[in-house]
C-alpha cells in the first residue's frame, strides 16, 4: 500500500506533463541548470586568492646620533658580551 507500481509511476508522469506542458518543464530545467552553473562559477571564484602581489617591506629606519653619525645596533653577539 505504500509503494506505487510502474503503472502509477507512468500515470503521474503523463499527469505531470499534460499540466505543465512539455514546454514548462524544459524551461524550468534549463533555469535550473543555469543556476548550478552560475552556482559552481561563485564557488570557484571564491576559492582563487586576488592576484594583487604583497606590499615590499620598508627598509629599518637607521638611528643616528646628535652629529647624524649612524649607530650601531645591539645584535645577540654584543648582549652575551
Known amino acids: 500500500m505504500g509503494s ?3 503503472v502509477h509511476w507512468v500515470i503521474l508522469i503523463l499527469v505531470v506533463i499534460l499540466l505543465f506542458g512539455r514546454g514548462r518543464i524544459s524551461d524550468l530545467m534549463g ?7 552560475s552556482f559552481k562559477k561563485g564557488l ?7 592576484a594583487t602581489p604583497p606590499a615590499p617591506k620598508a627598509p629599518p629606519a637607521q ?3 646628535a652629529s647624524g653619525a649612524p649607530v650601531a645596533h645591539n645584535t645577540t653577539e654584543d648582549v652575551r658580551r
Open 31 to 37: 533555469d535550473f541548470a543555469k543556476g548550478i552553473n
Open 63 to 65: 638611528i643616528t646620533d
Open 4 to 6: 506505487f507500481s510502474l
Open 44 to 50: 570557484a571564484d571564491t576559492d582563487t586568492p586576488p
